[in-house]
């Protein structure tokens, strides 16, 4: 495109001494129209920029150019609706005197699908929305590519009035098949904007039964989200929606296991306020509510459902592997002791593969509160106390040809004797780990250690003049003398350390050797602190001894500053080699 038609654009310069709009429009139409190079014509820029006297003067050179359409298929209305530019929409659609063509623009699509209402309400322009609707209501303004409509965009984005102009003005608004083919009041369940759910609610209540992709309708969602109001309002106009499943043919759910498997207990009052027979209601597996809520741990719907009258029968009901929820519960590893309370059962219930709670408990791994639940489940029948003490104890299961060891107690079982074996290797592999990371910081610390005890500080004695040639200059000092028996404290016990770290290495082989890695562990540990501990104390030394040398130095320069000043009279001072 031309600069000075480009920029005149951008300013909405009609035109001056210098430039005049009508001459360049002119030979454009001859010639071809000038575009930029996204396709933009001269009247897609005055649009994108607002100037809507520009925009008029243009369409009344060159009318044809209004339904021009750059690379995104968009045209100037497309551009002033995005932008929010009202009165170059106005402009645009004034200048149309025949209807069918006004319709024409109105309804034109873009790459995406979009019509300028589509941009509008995306953008969130509300003027330019009640100009668009209200020039076209006999429009349905069908979804674009990703299936949204400008109703659905509405309520999505909670855009509330938008979304009252166009149920108001729209004679035939398209409301179905949106993305995921949900309907406006799904997008406008889940994104939680009350206005739009009320409106459309009063607008269309059959919206509420028509499912997702997924199978899933607005009350299901609404249950997820703990929308109490809306779930009020939709049963109260139809109360078999508590009742249609949520899912697919293969894997379904219905309204209380969602409220159930989300611990919501005002919601599951909510429901059975409205329907108080849903409380037995199965899903695909055969579970019932309080099956759900124990393999979610949502322990308050658990007690909930237990102090209900209603639901007493919930306790011994099996799924379709035959487990009751305290199956479900011994494999949770979690306790919930109301619900061992409430197990009316006079011996213990088995499943399909012929378990008992207490079997699936033992065949975990042992926690504190898995101890409790396996106390708790043996008081419940006798045949789950015997099988408790036998498993748990790993006493020999009653055989009768069986051999007895030594002392006449009963040996173990083979599989006993590798979950014993196994558990014993994965602690002594556990303490191994945190051994490694020990024998790092025990090697750095005999180092530097070392290095400390071989460069002394302060150096050693050369005068060969002197009987104390060869030894340490500060061997008198106090803060010397504790610096280097803590560096050797430091360097002994870090040495200590890393053999019975070594040692350590050597005696986890065999894994009937766990006491013993552990007792290693815990003295190499001791020793590991001391040696930290003694490094402290020869860094504080050391550090003690560096200020007492610079306090008398700095005596030392002071003195020889004063008249008559004798070197004897400041002792080990004025001697270089001591400082």
Request: charged share 25%; with cysteine; proline share 4%.
């Amino acid at each position: 495109m031309d600069p000075t038609l480009y920029k005149a654009a951008m300013r909405g310069n009609i035109g001056d001494a210098y430039f005049l709009l009508a001459d360049h429009l002119k030979r454009d139409e001859e010639n071809g129209y000038q575009v930029t190079s996204k396709g933009n014509t001269v009247l897609h820029v005055a649009a994108l920029y607002g100037h809507s006297h520009f925009a008029a003067e243009v369409l009344k050179v060159t009318p044809a150019m209004l339904c021009c359409q750059n690379k995104k298929n968009e045209t100037a209305l497309h551009i002033a609706a995005n932008e929010g530019h009202a009165e170059v929409v106005r402009a645009l659609l004034a200048c149309i005197e025949d209807h069918n063509t006004k319709e024409k623009l109105t309804r034109m699509t873009d790459a995406s699908g979009d019509t300028a209402l589509h941009k509008a309400v995306r953008s969130q322009h509300l003027d330019v929305v009640k100009l668009l609707v209200k020039e076209d209501s006999e429009f349905e303004f069908p979804p674009n590519h990703a299936q949204e409509t400008p109703l659905y965009l509405a309520a999505e984005s909670g855009f509330h009035d938008a979304l009252i102009n166009i149920l108001e003005y729209c004679k035939k608004p398209t409301y179905a098949a949106g993305p995921s083919n949900r309907t406006p009041l799904h997008a406008a369940v889940i994104h939680e904007h009350k206005d739009c759910i009320r409106s459309l609610w009063r607008w269309n209540k059959p919206l509420c039964e028509q499912p997702d992709l997924w199978g899933w309708n607005s009350l299901h969602y609404a249950v997820k989200l703990g929308l109490a109001y809306v779930v009020s309002d939709m049963l109260a106009w139809k109360k078999s929606l508590v009742y249609l499943p949520a899912g697919s043919e293969n894997d379904w759910t219905t309204a209380i296991h969602i409220a159930a498997s989300e611990g919501d207990v005002n919601m599951i009052n909510e429901l059975l306020n409205h329907c108080p027979d849903c409380w037995d209601m199965l899903n695909k597996n055969s579970q019932n509510a309080l099956h759900v809520s124990v393999l979610n741990n949502q322990d308050k719907v658990v007690r909930f459902l237990l102090d209900s009258d209603k639901c007493d029968s919930l306790v011994d009901e099996p799924d379709s592997d035959g487990n009751t929820p305290l199956h479900l519960l011994a494999a949770s590893g979690n306790h919930v002791p109301e619900l061992i309370s409430h197990h009316r059962a006079k011996k213990m219930s088995f499943n399909k593969e012929n378990q008992t709670p207490l079997d699936i408990a033992l065949s975990c791994t042992v926690t504190a509160k898995k101890e409790k639940l396996m106390e708790n489940l043996c008081s419940i029948g006798r045949l789950g106390k015997r099988d408790f003490e036998v498993k748990r104890n790993y006493e020999y299961m009653p055989n009768p040809n069986a051999e007895t060891g030594t002392g006449g107690k009963m040996q173990l079982r083979e599989d006993d004797h590798d979950k014993v074996k196994k558990a014993d290797q994965t602690v002594i592999e556990s303490i191994m780990k945190i051994a490694q990371i020990h024998i790092v910081v025990a090697t750095l610390i005999m180092t530097v250690t070392f290095a400390a005890g071989i460069t002394l500080p302060g150096g050693f004695e050369s005068d060969s003049d002197s009987p104390n040639q060869g030894m340490a200059i500060l061997i008198r000092r106090t803060a010397f003398r504790a610096f280097a028996v803590s560096d050797a404290i430091a360097f002994t016990c870090s040495a200590v350390a890393i053999f019975i770290y070594f040692l350590m290495a050597d005696t986890s082989r065999s894994p009937q050797s766990k006491k013993l890695v552990q007792k290693l562990y815990d003295l190499a540990g001791i020793f590991q602190c001391l040696s930290m501990l003694a490094v402290v104390i020869a860094f504080a030394t050391g550090l003690l001894r560096q200020f007492l040398l610079c306090d008398k130095k700095c005596a030392l320069e002071d003195a020889m500053k004063f008249p008559g000043y004798m070197p004897s009279e400041v002792p080990d001072i004025d001697k270089n080699r001591h400082l």
